[in-house]
């Protein structure tokens, strides 16, 4: 019988894949950043992503239970602002509430609690936006 690794995959565009990264890995990844980057929990499926560049960037949370998932945009505010702004990157633009726009520092504390607790840090609220995505809710097979 084949003993399966646990790992975490850091993801960014253009640059090389990396295994179990260190939070210094996420800083050089997210430090970069001018389109998307993605951590991400071989075992479970969860995954943070983000979007846009360092400056100006959108941070999303999938959390997996059974077969479904909830996904959920980041934001920093209780209250969910009706402005929307958007974020750009190589995809095209984004659009986002306007107090969903992270900054630089904000995608580092929420990868590096990521990274060492799977979960986001306290002071975060999600709006939920799992119906966005065809099959809803469900773990791809």
């Known amino acids: 019988m084949a003993v399966r690794k646990i790992f975490n995959r850091l993801v960014s565009e253009n640059l090389p894949e990396i295994r179990n990264p260190s939070l210094k890995d996420v800083e050089r990844y997210l430090n970069r950043?001018?389109?998307?980057?993605?951590?991400?929990?071989?075992?479970?499926?969860?995954?943070?992503?983000t979007a846009g560049t360092k400056f100006k960037l959108l941070i999303e949370y999938r959390k997996y239970s059974g077969d479904s998932f909830k996904h959920v945009v980041l934001r920093k505010a209780k209250a969910m602002d009706k402005a929307?702004?958007?974020?750009?990157?190589?995809?095209?633009?984004?659009?986002?509430?306007?107090?969903?726009?992270m900054t630089f520092q904000e995608a580092v504390e929420v990868f590096g609690s990521f990274l060492k607790t799977k979960e986001i840090p306290s002071g975060y609220f999600g709006r939920d936006i799992t119906k966005s995505f065809t099959n809803a809710s469900k773990r791809k097979k």
């Open 33 to 49: 950043l001018n389109s998307f980057c993605i951590l991400d929990d071989a075992a479970t499926g969860d995954y943070v992503q």
């Open 84 to 101: 929307q702004v958007h974020v750009h990157c190589n995809s095209g633009p984004i659009t986002v509430r306007k107090n969903e726009v």
